[in-house]
C-alpha cells in the first residue's frame, strides 16, 4: 500500500515522457481536386500523411509535447513539402490545461511558410462554439490573431480549399 503512494506520488512530480494524447481533435478535409500531404510535428515529427480528395477527412487527435509545448501540423501540395522550402500552411496549436480536470483552453492559428500553397483559395478553420480563422484568398493576413477556446476537449474543422 505504502509503495503505491510513493508511485502515485512519483508520477505526479515526474515530467512527461512522450506525447500526451487529450480529449479533443482537429478534422481535416481536403477539397481541392489534388493530393495534400501532411506531418505532425511535435516530440517527433511523424510520416507523411497523403490526403487525396476523395479522403472524407483526416483525424488529428489532440497532442501536448512532454515538454509542455505546442504541436504544429505543416500542409503542403508538395509530397516532400517540409524538407524541400515548397509552400506550407501549418496549423499550429497549444493546449493550456491549468484549471481544474475538463477546463483548460487551446490556442490555436494558421500561418504560412515559404509563400501561400493555397493561394486563391478559401480556408476555413472552425469548430464547437470556438473563434473561427477564415482566409478567403488562401493567404495569411497581415495581422494574423492568435485565436483560443475553452474547454481543451473542442473538435476544429479545416477545411482546405472549402466552398464552405
Keep these: 500500500m505504502q509503495l503505491t503512494a510513493i508511485f502515485t506520488a ?17 478534422a481535416i478535409g481536403n477539397h481541392c481536386g489534388s493530393p495534400i ?9 511523424s ?9 472524407p477527412e483526416y483525424i488529428h ?14 500542409i503542403s501540395k508538395d509530397p ?5 522550402g515548397a509552400p506550407r500552411l501549418i496549423l499550429a496549436y497549444t493546449l493550456d490545461m ?9 490556442w490555436y492559428e494558421l500561418n504560412t511558410e515559404n509563400g501561400s500553397p493555397f493561394e486563391g483559395e478559401k480556408l ?11 482566409w478567403d484568398d488562401g493567404k495569411e493576413p497581415e495581422t494574423q490573431v492568435l485565436k483560443y477556446c475553452n474547454p ?6 479545416l477545411a482546405l480549399c472549402s466552398s464552405l
Excluded at 487527435?61 to 505543416?74: L, P, W
Excluded at 476555413?124 to 477564415?134: V, Y
Excluded at 481543451?152 to 474543422?157: E, H, I, K, L, S
Aim: charged residues 15%; glycine residues 12%; proline residues 5%.
Design 10 to 26: 512519483l508520477a505526479a512530480i515526474l515530467p512527461l515522457t512522450k506525447a500526451q494524447t487529450y480529449t479533443g481533435l482537429f
Design 37 to 45: 500531404y501532411m506531418w505532425t510535428i511535435a516530440d517527433q515529427v
Design 47 to 55: 510520416d507523411r500523411i497523403t490526403l487525396l480528395n476523395s479522403d
Design 61 to 74: 487527435r489532440n497532442t501536448m509535447k512532454s515538454d509542455g509545448g505546442g504541436v504544429a501540423i505543416a
Design 80 to 84: 516532400n513539402g517540409l524538407y524541400n
Design 98 to 106: 491549468r484549471g481544474p480536470p475538463g477546463s483548460g483552453t487551446i
Design 124 to 134: 476555413l478553420l472552425a469548430g464547437d462554439a470556438c473563434p473561427s480563422i477564415e
Design 152 to 157: 481543451v476537449g473542442v473538435n476544429m474543422w
